[in-house]
């Protein structure tokens, strides 16, 4: 028997563009049907992946394969074998949801019959098969981001990537889109690649994370076990008085597993912590001190990012920017796409990044 296919294969990928390196040795894999996220602040390199993965670009070294069609040499299976949603609205406004998805099968080539089957299964699967008839100027924008994926999805491609698929979208619709695309991931089995600088889109959608920074994959794994990496809940007490006191009580508790003191008081590290707030309360009584205030604190990808990084994804993309605007005057012929070094309209989005 062979092995099953994976969706993507990386080995060694390293993209330089100039004088900079991109992306630098990247190797993983992403399972067939996976939900994979790539996360990173803006300049991590995930851009400049999708593209090489896409047959945009073309990588300075390694191998990268798609649906197991290698992206150089096989070009032609690889754009069969994937969709891609960029984050640049590509519908036309004016046309129905239905007209948008039968001038994409045209572009694509795609026969008469087949489109004519194809678009209502299309339609059915983003769920807007009772508005397909109505112009897309009348959709939210949700709908809107749902007909775009319709268009990556319309040649039945193995694995489709999302670029950034919540950006501009309000808190109700981003998780209405995140629900969206959890389901469409169970239920039609495509591999989803999705690449975003959101922390809480990557610990709700994704399978498992590869968490990019300056061109590297600096961890991969479940979102669960990224923050399981943490050690623990983090419950902060303030404190006056009795803290020598509280530190003895404090190693004689088997559920503590580690403790700092702080500027105003301590930190104590567990698994649990919201079922630890009175355990903890009680010690701090015990022992004299007067609490001043209690801060439970649970793991989050900032915090695995901050710990991996020593940089909050915020810092990283201000500094970076900084950088960029010194050196950003490469540019690739290979891709019309521009350089993510502007990023101007990113940049009003960062704070939301840190959730
Ligand atoms: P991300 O998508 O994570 O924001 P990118 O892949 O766009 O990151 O960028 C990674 C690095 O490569 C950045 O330092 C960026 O300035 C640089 N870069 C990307 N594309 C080009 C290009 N066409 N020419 C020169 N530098 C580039």
Redesign the pocket.
Known sequence: MSQPTNAIAVEGLT?R??E????EDLSFTVEGGELFG?L????????????ILCTL?GPTEGTARVNGHDVTSETGAVRDSLGIVFQEPAIDEELTGAENLAFHARMYGTRKAEREQRIPEVLDLVELAEVADDPVESYSGGMQRRLEIGRGLMHEPEVLFLDEPTTGLDARTRRDTWEYIERLNEESGVSIVI?T?YMDEADFLCERVAV?D??EVVAIDSPAELKASLGGDVLALGLTDGREELFERLEAQPWVREYTATEDGVAVTMAQGEQRVADLVRLADDAGATIESVDLQKPSLAKVFLSLTGSTITEREAG?RE??HA??????PA?D?????A?AT?ATEAPEAVE
Do not use: W, Y
């Open positions: 993209k563009f100039g900079t390196t991109a992306i790539l990173g602040p803006n300049g991590a390199g995930k851009s400049t992946l999708i593209n670009l690449t600088h990019m300056q061109g970076d950088e960029d050196e950003a005057t490469d540019s690739d891709t796409r521009p350089t993510e070094a990023g990113e």
